[in-house]
C-alpha cells in the first residue's frame, strides 16, 4: 500500500521560513519524479516544484522560483520543500506527488499518489 505523509507545516509570519518533509512508503520511491503542488480553497491544484528521480533536475514556476527550494534524499525514501521569503499569498495546502514517468510534468492530473497534504498559513 503506498503511502505519503506530508508534515512541517504551520502558522507563522511573513518573511518567514518553513520546511516540508514528505516520507514515502510501499513503491521504490527512486523510480518516481517528485513534485509538491499547493491549493487554495475553491482553486486548481497548482504546481510549486517538482525533482527528477536522481535530483538532476529541479523545476519551479515563477511565482516560487529563488524561494522555494525541492530536494530528495532516495535512501530515505523523502522529499523536502524548502521555503523562504513566505508571502500571505503562500498560504496554502501543500501536497507531495510522485509520478512514474521519467519526464517531469507540471499538472496535477498526470500524478499517479498524493499525500494528504499540509496547511501552510501565513500572517501579514
Known amino acids: 500500500q503506498v503511502q505519503l505523509v506530508e508534515s512541517g507545516g504551520g502558522l507563522l509570519q511573513a518573511g518567514g521560513s518553513l520546511s516540508l518533509s514528505c516520507a514515502a512508503s510501499g513503491l521504490t520511491f527512486s523510480w518516481y519524479t517528485t513534485a509538491w503542488f499547493r491549493q487554495a480553497p475553491g482553486k486548481e491544484r497548482e504546481f510549486v516544484a517538482a525533482?527528477?528521480?536522481?535530483?538532476?533536475?529541479?523545476y519551479s514556476p515563477d511565482s516560487v522560483k529563488g524561494r522555494f527550494t525541492i530536494t530528495r534524499d532516495n535512501a530515505k525514501s523523502t522529499v523536502h520543500l524548502q521555503m523562504n521569503s513566505l508571502h500571505p499569498e503562500d498560504t496554502r495546502v501543500y501536497y507531495c506527488a510522485l509520478d512514474n514517468d521519467v519526464v517531469t510534468r507540471t499538472t496535477a492530473p498526470e500524478y499517479d499518489y498524493w499525500g494528504q497534504g499540509t496547511q501552510v498559513t501565513l500572517s501579514s
Open positions: 525533482i527528477s528521480r536522481s535530483s538532476d533536475n529541479t
